[in-house]
């Protein structure tokens, strides 16, 4: 794309649920992060992610992690996590795991402050969003 600058980074961050995935997007030059789509956690999950990655340019893709209330590991990190180790084996590539500690909880926040009606989806999506404002700003890029 014109006008961009060559060290652009492109980033996408996952909200991984049993039934759905989260997607948003950001990227260096922007630095916002936008909830994108919630694709279907099938077999065919790495394939949607990598045709995402494909058709958004995308070179780190970062995943949410749940813990319990206390950051300890919960049946739920296990299944992420197992989650995020075949996406890896599959897509050739590392996957950062970051602490989504509260992201749903904000999404829905957030979701019910624009009055109008949403989806689960919704929520997966701007989950996957807050996930990737809080990647973004460990790197100490402002959101």
């Not at 014109?2 to 049993?18: K, V």
């Not at 789509?37 to 995308?58: C, F, R, S, W």
């Not at 999404?107 to 996957?128: C, M, N, T, V």
Request: overall charge negative.
């Amino acid at each position: 794309m014109a006008n961009q600058p060559s060290n652009l980074i492109n980033y996408m961050a996952l909200d991984i649920g049993e039934k759905r995935v989260g997607v948003a997007l950001a990227n260096s030059f922007a630095r916002i992060a936008n909830p994108l789509t919630t694709i279907e956690n099938t077999e065919q999950l790495a394939v949607n992610i990598q045709q995402l990655m494909n058709e958004h340019d995308v070179s780190v893709l970062i995943a949410g992690v749940p813990r319990g209330l206390d950051g300890q590991d919960t049946a739920q990190t296990a299944f992420t996590i197992g989650v995020i180790q075949d996406l890896e084996a599959k897509l050739g590539q590392t996957i950062v795991q970051c602490d989504e500690a509260g992201t749903s909880h904000l999404a829905e926040s957030a979701l019910l402050r624009h009055g109008k009606p949403y989806e689960k989806s919704d929520i997966d999506a701007w989950a996957a969003r807050y996930i990737l404002e809080d990647y973004m700003q460990s790197l100490g890029v402002n959101t």
